[in-house]
């Protein structure tokens, strides 16, 4: 997976150099220090002269310390921000790239939350990873290099027993921060889509008194999140204790080691000043393999997270590019969502240039039909072909832009009106023309009293009724030129008349494709060439209006609006 992170390596490698510059620095200071106090200034000018280069030097080597800290920080944290933006841009990439299929699987609003927090943690680690790691390891082991130059096997001992103290630490203290990182992050990515579904859909709260029972149930999901953050908390508090202890222990093991040995002439006092001044960075380099491992953690939850979805498989395939208008056949599909079965051993066929309507109840899978055919899902069973291929086998981007698709309720995304009218178009169309076709569809007037193409249609389109919005997506279609139109109950919005004023547009527009039209209203589909009756997931008839009429018992019950659907 970091193999798909584009990592800003220049800065990586300066500030690295920056830490090792500084891990350099601070392994010689001590040794200046000790050489201080080793001057004894009543030597003479020479002595005095001495002591001020030494100072002089310490001082250098301190202001390179503080310039080399800053600049690194500032470095690093403009890395960790450029590594968290790609990261993210990869996650969105794939997001928008899955399969329909599996967006629904899943809660689609904790996708965001992937995005947002899941990559910076990643990036969190992986900085600190690059650029401290080195500097660190190359402190520690320089130390213990030095340390056992001075010839005291006991010094040495001293550094060599802080380590599982440390160790032991970070690993007890990391897991109990995973874990309860992992809850924070599942809970607030829970409340994020509680809030999301609840507040887009205020209407309905308002409109049955829902808002108290709502508001409770979004304090409930405040207080999960508020438990796991008490718990999170806890492990926050925990781990500064551990790395007090882990700061405390560690100078006291050293501390002792040295004095002991100063004591009884194992050392010199220049010695024990070195050793005692590399010791105190030791262990807090070494202590900052805690932040890591909890780094380390974090990253984890997060990785695993951010992988079931880059794992997924893409919404591609296919090669074959030159879509062409062609019959289509359905041969023995079956599809379920989940354990539900929806479409149970399906057959018929479209011929090509031919209008086929798709009727039925409520829920009987006609939407299904057309979410198969534009591989919004796969068959479970059996094979739907166009000109007798797989659909699979046609490419995937030719294969939809050669589909018209006008799905139920006609969604639309926040923007201008031109915006909507050419969203995968690919192409860009002069004023006129767009007021030509919004005319077709009933829209032009009511375009002009809003103030032109350039009017904001709002989140979601909200701010269109449901019948515009329908005529927008037939007006879209007509700028579009494509094989075949699937329309999935384009007009329900709209009166009888409006309905079949659009429905014979489509028809004067569509006349030579194929055309698969889902439609409630049986008055827009009577002159179809061909009806396929679906019944509880089953073709229960095909034929034309009349000969339905006479036959199909089903079909017959929709026309009398019997089920309570049709009209
Ligand atoms: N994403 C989904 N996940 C699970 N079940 C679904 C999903 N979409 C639809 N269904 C179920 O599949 C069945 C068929 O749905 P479909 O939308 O195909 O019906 P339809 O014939 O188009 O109905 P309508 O006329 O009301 O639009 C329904 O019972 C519905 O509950
Ligand atoms: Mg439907």
């Given at each position: 997976m970091i193999g798909t992170i584009k990592l800003p390596k220049l800065l990586i490698f300066v500030a690295f150099i920056l830490n090792l510059g500084r891990a350099a620095i601070q392994l010689?200071?001590?040794?200046?220090?000790?050489?201080?106090?080793?001057?004894?200034?009543?030597?003479?000018?020479?002595?005095?002269?001495?002591?001020?280069?030494?100072?002089?030097?310490?001082?250098?080597?301190?202001?390179g310390e503080f310039v080399g800290g800053l600049v690194s920080t500032y470095i690093t944290l403009i890395a960790r921000a450029l590594i968290s933006k790609d990261f993210r841009k990869v996650v969105t990439k794939k997001t928008?790239r899955?399969?329909?299929?599996?967006?629904?699987?899943?809660?689609?609003?904790?996708?965001?939350?992937r995005i947002t927090a899941d990559t910076e943690f990643v990036g969190e680690f992986l900085i600190d990873l690059l650029v401290n790691e080195i500097p660190r390891l190359y402190f520690v082991i320089s130390?213990?290099?030095?340390?056992?130059?001075?010839?005291?096997?006991?010094?040495?001992?001293?550094?060599?027993?802080?380590?599982?103290?440390?160790?032991?630490?970070?690993?007890?203290?990391?897991?109990?921060?995973?874990?309860?990182?992992?809850?924070?992050?599942?809970?607030?990515?829970?409340?994020?889509?509680?809030?999301?579904?609840?507040?887009?859909?205020?209407?309905?709260?308002?409109?049955?008194?829902?808002?108290?029972?709502?508001?409770?149930?979004?304090?409930?999901?405040?207080?999960?999140?508020?438990?796991?953050?008490?718990?999170?908390?806890?492990?926050?508090?925990?781990?500064?204790?551990?790395?007090?202890?882990?700061?405390?222990?560690?100078?006291?093991?050293?501390?002792?080691?040295?004095?002991?040995?100063?004591?009884?002439?194992?050392?010199?006092?220049?010695?024990?000043?070195?050793?005692?001044?590399?010791?105190?960075?030791?262990?807090?380099y070494?202590?900052a393999h805690l932040t890591l491992w909890v780094l380390w953690k974090r990253a984890q939850g997060a990785t695993k997270r951010v992988r079931?979805i880059l794992h997924?498989?893409?919404?591609?395939?296919?090669?074959?590019?030159?879509?062409?208008?062609?019959?289509?056949?359905?041969?023995?599909?079956?599809?379920?969502?989940?354990?539900?079965?929806?479409?149970?051993?399906?057959?018929?066929?479209?011929?090509?240039?031919?209008?086929?309507?798709?009727?039925?109840?409520?829920?009987?899978?006609?939407?299904?039909?057309?979410?198969?055919?534009?591989?919004?899902?796969?068959?479970?069973?059996?094979?739907?072909?166009?000109?007798?291929?797989?659909?699979?086998?046609?490419?995937?981007?030719?294969?939809?832009?050669?589909?018209?698709?006008?799905?139920?309720?006609?969604?639309?995304?926040?923007?201008?009106?031109?915006?909507?009218?050419?969203?995968?178009?690919?192409?860009?169309?002069?004023?006129?023309?767009?007021?030509?076709?919004?005319?077709?569809?009933?829209?032009?007037?009511?375009?002009?009293?809003?103030?032109?193409?350039?009017?904001?249609?709002?989140?979601?389109?909200?701010?269109?009724?449901?019948?515009?919005?329908?005529?927008?997506?037939?007006?879209?279609?007509?700028?579009?030129?494509?094989?075949?139109?699937?329309?999935?109950?384009?007009?329900?919005?709209?009166?009888?008349?409006?309905?079949?004023?659009?429905?014979?547009?489509?028809?004067?527009?569509?006349?030579?494709?194929?055309?698969?039209?889902?439609?409630?209203?049986?008055?827009?589909?009577?002159?179809?060439?061909?009806?396929?009756?679906?019944?509880?997931?089953?073709?229960?008839?095909?034929?034309?209006?009349?000969?339905?009429?006479?036959?199909?018992?089903?079909?017959?019950?929709?026309?009398?609006?019997?089920?309570?659907?049709?009209?």
């Amino acid at each position: 997976m970091i193999g798909t992170i584009k990592l800003p390596k220049l800065l990586i490698f300066v500030a690295f150099i920056l830490n090792l510059g500084r891990a350099a620095i601070q392994l010689i200071i001590p040794e200046k220090v000790a050489a201080i106090t080793s001057i004894n200034l009543g030597d003479g000018n020479e002595a005095v002269n001495l002591a001020v280069a030494t100072c002089i030097t310490l001082f250098l080597l301190a202001i390179g310390e503080f310039v080399g800290g800053l600049v690194s920080t500032y470095i690093t944290l403009i890395a960790r921000a450029l590594i968290s933006k790609d990261f993210r841009k990869v996650v969105t990439k794939k997001t928008f790239r899955l399969r329909a299929q599996d967006i629904e699987a899943q809660n689609p609003k904790e996708f965001i939350s992937r995005i947002t927090a899941d990559t910076e943690f990643v990036g969190e680690f992986l900085i600190d990873l690059l650029v401290n790691e080195i500097p660190r390891l190359y402190f520690v082991i320089s130390t213990i290099i030095k340390v056992s130059q001075m010839g005291n096997a006991y010094l040495v001992l001293g550094f060599i027993l802080v380590i599982p103290v440390i160790v032991i630490g970070s690993l007890w203290s990391g897991s109990v921060s995973y874990n309860a990182l992992n809850r924070l992050q599942a809970s607030i990515a829970k409340l994020t889509a509680i809030l999301a579904e609840k507040v887009n859909n205020i209407e309905t709260i308002k409109a049955y008194n829902k808002t108290e029972d709502e508001v409770s149930s979004g304090y409930t999901a405040i207080d999960e999140m508020r438990n796991a953050q008490k718990k999170n908390t806890w492990a926050v508090a925990f781990n500064t204790l551990i790395s007090n202890i882990l700061f405390i222990i560690p100078m006291v093991i050293i501390m002792l080691m040295g004095a002991t040995q100063l004591l009884n002439g194992g050392v010199s006092r220049e010695q024990f000043i070195t050793y005692f001044g590399l010791g105190i960075t030791y262990q807090t380099y070494i202590a900052a393999h805690l932040t890591l491992w909890v780094l380390w953690k974090r990253a984890q939850g997060a990785t695993k997270r951010v992988r079931q979805i880059l794992h997924l498989e893409d919404d591609c395939g296919g090669e074959i590019r030159n879509l062409k208008d062609d019959r289509i056949e359905f041969k023995n599909v079956s599809f379920s969502y989940g354990d539900r079965t929806i479409l149970s051993d399906v057959s018929f066929s479209i011929e090509k240039g031919s209008k086929t309507a798709i009727v039925g109840k409520s829920g009987s899978g006609k939407s299904t039909i057309l979410n198969l055919i534009e591989r919004f899902y796969r068959p479970e069973k059996g094979s739907i072909l166009l000109g007798g291929e797989d659909i699979e086998r046609y490419e995937i981007t030719s294969y939809r832009s050669n589909c018209a698709y006008l799905p139920q309720n006609a969604p639309g995304f926040s923007g201008k009106i031109r915006d909507m009218l050419i969203y995968g178009t690919g192409q860009s169309f002069s004023d006129e023309k767009l007021y030509e076709i919004l005319e077709k569809v009933g829209m032009k007037e009511t375009i002009e009293v809003m103030g032109g193409l350039d009017y904001e249609v709002g989140t979601n389109a909200i701010r269109l009724s449901g019948g515009q919005r329908q005529r927008l997506a037939v007006a879209r279609m007509l700028l579009k030129d494509s094989e075949m139109v699937l329309a999935d109950e384009c007009t329900s919005a709209l009166d009888l008349a409006g309905s079949i004023k659009i429905a014979s547009l489509i028809d004067e527009y569509a006349a030579d494709k194929t055309r698969i039209i889902v439609a409630h209203n049986l008055a827009t589909i009577k002159d179809a060439d061909r009806i396929i009756v679906i019944d509880s997931g089953k073709v229960s008839d095909v034929g034309t209006h009349e000969e339905l009429m006479k036959r199909c018992a089903v079909y017959q019950s929709l026309l009398r609006g019997e089920e309570g659907n049709a009209s």
